[in-house]
């Protein structure tokens, strides 16, 4: 039977009643999205194709500004800097956080003390953590050479070698992967102990559980945590900033720390460029959707949902 006419009404009063009630709790948050960010980026969309120091008036230049970032050599220095980051300390912390992860997973006793612990470090301030890295990786006295010393192994110039900059700030980055740790916890924690147990009567040992179940059950957390750490990547700023390039520091490798937020912010407030920098932050975000979409074509056939068919 079809519903009568009176009761379509009151469905659709009701409808609009809800609606109207969602939108007006969620309307603080549609308020600063707009102000805060939807206005941004569609102003800065503007001011790419400007000339703005901020001081004067925007003055419209076409793409002039898109033409130098293919002349600008710091842009490519920038973007291949980052991009050798993003590939050494994106696996580096999905291991780290996997090992942390399996072990608090095993423990029985405590497990909540260390769970605290590992993430703990996660809510140090970023320019705290810029500052420890030239405590710690110091290449004359810093707390790593010295431990290393003690060994009789010669520490290498964390701060000043080209070629150990990146490295060490991987090992710095290393530092705040609690919150990974946190998540995988609690995808393992999800794994069925039947699968476990199955295996355990074949005979499978550790390894090749954690291979053959562990991994494939928990893969749709580890994908999620593999894009998001490359997109921070891609944005590192604070602690290589603070270390290197802070309060007009020239001591240290700056070249080989120059990420490409730190050359955009460069632009922007210390050289006044907003219109340069507007379009450098438009091409960051074509290269983060660039590699995203990437990773997920590429690696998605890698990921297992539970209940999915083969």
Excluded: C
């Excluded at 912390?93 to 992860?101: D, E, K, N, P, R």
């Excluded at 809510?123 to 030239?134: C, D, F, N």
């Amino acid at each position: 039977m079809s519903p009568s006419p009176s009761k379509v009404p009151r469905r659709r009063s009701t409808r609009f009643v809800e609606t109207r009630a969602a939108l007006l709790f969620i309307s603080p948050w549609l308020i600063g999205f707009f102000i805060f960010t939807a206005w941004p980026v569609i102003n800065s969309a503007y001011l790419s194709l400007t000339d703005y120091d901020v001081i004067n008036d925007p003055n419209f230049i076409g793409f002039d500004n898109y033409v130098t970032l293919f002349e600008d050599p710091k842009v490519g220095l920038a973007l291949r800097n980052t991009f050798i980051f993003m590939v050494m300390s994106v696996p580096t912390q999905l291991v780290v956080s996997l090992g942390l992860a399996l072990l608090l997973n095993a423990a029985t006793r405590a497990s909540g003390f260390f769970r605290t612990a590992f993430f703990l470090p996660k809510m140090t301030p970023p320019v705290a953590v810029g500052i420890l890295l030239l405590m710690l990786f110091n290449g004359q006295n810093g707390l790593i050479n010295s431990f290393l010393g003690i060994f009789g192994i010669e520490g290498p110039a964390w701060t000043t070698d080209p070629d150990w900059v990146k490295p060490g700030l991987v090992l710095m980055s290393l530092w705040t992967v609690g919150a990974s740790v946190v998540i995988i916890l609690a995808a393992l924690r999800g794994v069925p102990q039947e699968l476990y147990d199955s295996a355990l009567v074949d005979g499978a040992g550790w390894w090749r559980r954690t291979l053959r179940i562990t991994v494939p059950m928990i893969s749709p957390t580890l994908f999620f945590l593999f894009i998001v750490d490359s997109i921070n990547a891609l944005q590192s700023f604070t602690e290589a900033y603070t270390a290197f390039f802070g309060s007009g520091n020239t001591t240290y490798s700056n070249d080989a720390a120059l990420f490409y937020a730190i050359y955009l912010f460069q632009q922007a407030f210390e050289f006044l460029h907003m219109g340069y920098a507007s379009a450098l932050a438009w091409l960051l975000f074509i290269v983060i959707m660039a590699i995203t979409v990437v990773q997920i074509l590429v690696t998605r056939r890698f990921v297992h949902y539970e209940g999915e068919r083969p």
